[in-house]
């Protein structure tokens, strides 16, 4: 608890999302001295004068000057150049507070802790009561398991922001307030929730619509028996959540708030239940079975929220209710909405892929399925789009419980387009070069094996990618990659693309490869590199993961950007993909995890009389050339859920 609780903050204009930390102001200036005594009084006790501060040096006044600009750039989103203002400025004072706090942060965000916690050790030695270096020293501590030191860490944080004289004006408050929320996380995994809910209810004095803050809280109160009040919170978790963001977004465990509306819905209807208040109980939590049910088996959500064990608890709760007599529309609710066996299936089928080298395959499929008692129909693709157009109109006809993509990742490219926003799955039968999605999902390459057991597979929730009104599921690329498959389509002709024409592509696409530079906005993060790979799956080809954390799973795309220039650079980068995903951690690549991306070529620049000169920016998606877009740019945002993907159930236990 604070000694004393600063004022609630005057209303703040709602910043950017690409908006840093809270940035720290020069202190106001002194109050005026106390007017001369009049005759015949004695004079007013003096206080002692503050110490005069001694007159920056030269190198120190240069380096403050070229902080603030380093400020200025990261307000901007533009991380490199800021870093390079900040590293300016040590060059001229080594103990420049601003500089190694923001450097601090910098490498925080870059997952580099050993220099988030070396810069900011720096920050405290010329100011011991530096909140942001305080809070980021203690994310630093949390994250290599030293919680003791952490809690520490943002105690101090704490106290110093809300101590500070101008903690309205410099963000001291704001950082309070969030080493608040973070130490009440450790209080809660301690079962301290007494002392957990009242930092969170500093936390929220400051951020009133902080929905993290108020799940916590949530958590808290019904840890303590106070079930009302807990489903009050709970309530206004779900009722914030749609209008709040944070731009300390960075700040917050995000793993732990993926299904942060279900969770939320879940021990609201725990907490109603506890409460006696039965039948809105049973509504709260009828609605989350069945999209929990749909989902047991991700590891997101058993790490996330332990949806898997809580089914069976939640279903357990509302049945509960309804036996009482005042659950009779939630049971009904619950059938209605309860999800349908695999009984009829359409097979979308792409005669290019493989058909032709196994007759028969068709046939034996049908054979398979009827062996499982699933009727299936058949439409054989003709065109390019033809599968989209086939997988939309069985969605739409209601007749079909799944889609079997027969084919290549371009038919699983198709048909993801065709399904995407509706609710019903594909399965991909894999007959095409690649295969990369049967080869994440563990299926056999077989096609007639890969769906020997479908009434068992599930529907996973996939996370899609969208440029314009274009899913993709696999991945994007933009630059070298997609220059590449440019080169082995042209080349390839009316034969048909085989692994060994693209790589012998690929090698000649190196050569001659422009590597013109591109600018990437990731998530208002600024950066300039020459290739982006904006990966759904860890797998690019065969063996080769570009993007190896990447998880369909969850609500982001990776963006994986070589920053460098030429052949040389290219095969250092290519070697540490090979060594397991060493290229993580080069200085030439920006590796991230992203909800939204922007595009632009650098050279993009207006003509005095007519449309700008556009450099080439093509694109492709899941092994498909899609071209350049029109004006230099292009917008990816991460979709979550957006297609159901049937795989065995047990992929993700």
């Known amino acids: 608890m604070l000694a004393q609780q600063p004022p609630p903050p005057q209303p703040q204009p709602q910043p950017s999302p690409s908006s840093p930390p809270p940035q720290p102001q020069p202190a106001p200036a002194p109050a005026p001295s106390s007017p001369p005594p009049q005759p015949g009084q004695p004079p007013p006790l003096a ?28 307000q901007q989103g533009d991380l490199d150049a800021a870093a390079s203002k900040f590293n300016d400025a040590l060059a001229q004072d080594g103990q420049n507070v601003i500089a190694n706090t923001f450097l601090g942060f910098i490498a925080f965000r870059r997952g580099d802790l050993d220099g988030a916690s070396r810069y900011c050790s720096k920050a405290l030695q ?70 957990a809910l009242s930092d969170l209810d ?55 708030y993926l299904f942060l509306e279900e969770n939320s819905h879940y021990w609201r209807g725990v907490a109603l239940h506890k409460a006696g208040r039965l039948q809105e109980a049973a509504n709260e939590l009828s609605p989350l079975l069945p999209i929990v ?24 709760l509302r049945s509960s209710a309804h036996r009482q007599g005042q659950g009779t529309a939630a049971g009904n609710t619950l059938k209605s909405v309860a999800t349908p066996g695999i009984e009829r299936v359409l097979l979308v089928a792409n005669p290019m892929a493989g058909l032709r080298r196994r007759s028969g395959l068709l046939e034996d499929l049908r054979a398979s399925l009827r062996e499982q008692q699933v009727r299936a129909e058949l439409h054989l693709t003709v065109a390019p789009g033809d599968a989209s157009r086939a997988a939309a109109d069985a969605a739409s006809s209601g007749g079909f419980d799944a889609i079997l993509a027969v084919g290549g990742d371009g038919t699983v490219h198709e048909v993801v387009n065709g399904l995407a926003g509706t609710s019903i799955p594909f399965c991909v039968v894999p007959t095409g070069t690649m295969n990369i999605l049967a080869r994440e999902l563990g299926l056999p390459l077989d096609p007639v094996g890969s769906i020997r057991r479908l009434r068992s597979f599930r529907p996973f929730p996939f996370t899609t990618g969208l440029m314009g009104v274009r899913h993709f599921l696999l991945m994007a690329g933009i630059g070298l990659d997609a220059y590449a498959l440019a080169l082995a389509l042209r080349r390839a002709g009316s034969r048909k693309l085989t692994l060994a024409r693209y790589v012998m592509a690929a090698i000649s696409a190196a050569h001659r490869f422009p590597y013109a530079r591109i600018d990437v906005l990731a998530d208002g993060e600024l950066h300039s590199g020459t290739s982006a790979i904006i990966g759904n799956l860890p797998r690019y080809g065969a063996n080769l993961r570009i993007t190896p954390k990447a998880d369909p799973l969850d609500p982001f795309l990776d963006l994986c950007l070589i920053r460098g220039e030429g052949m040389r650079a290219y095969a250092g980068v290519f070697r540490s993909m090979l060594l397991g995903g060493r290229h993580m951690g080069r200085r030439d690549v920006v590796y991230r995890k992203v909800s939204r991306i922007e595009i632009r070529a650098s050279g993009t620049t207006p003509l005095a009389h007519g449309a700008p000169q556009i450099p080439d920016l093509t694109v492709q998606m899941d092994g498909e050339l899609i071209g350049s877009p029109p004006h230099g740019s292009l917008i990816i945002e991460a979709r979550p859920d957006a297609v159901q993907v049937l795989a065995p159930s047990g992929w993700r236990r």
């Open 47 to 74: 206080a002692p004068p503050a110490p005069a501060k001694p007159a920056l040096t030269p190198e120190q006044a240069k380096a403050q000057e070229l902080a603030t600009e380093g400020l200025q750039l990261l």
């Open 126 to 195: 010329a100011d011991t009561k530096m909140p942001l270096a305080l809070l980021l020293l203690g994310r630093a501590k949390e994250a290599t398991g030293d919680v003791p030191a952490a809690k520490d860490f943002y105690l101090r944080a704490a106290q110093a922001g809300a101590a500070s004289p101008t903690a309205h004006s410099d963000g001291g408050l704001a950082i309070a307030a969030h080493a608040r929320y973070l130490i009440a996380l450790q209080e809660e995994k301690e079962g301290n929730h007494t002392a």
């Open 202 to 256: 500093e936390t929220l004095r400051v951020f009133p619509k902080n929905v993290n803050a108020m799940y916590e809280k949530g958590l808290a109160l019904l840890a303590l028996g106070k079930n009302e009040e807990a489903a009050e919170a709970f309530g206004k978790s779900l009722s914030e959540r749609a209008g709040w963001y944070s731009p300390e977004a960075w700040l917050y465990p995000i793993r732990r």
């Open 293 to 316: 049910e749909s989902r047991i088996g991700s590891e997101t959500l058993s790490t996330s929220g332990r949806h898997a064990s809580r089914f069976h608890e939640a279903r357990a």
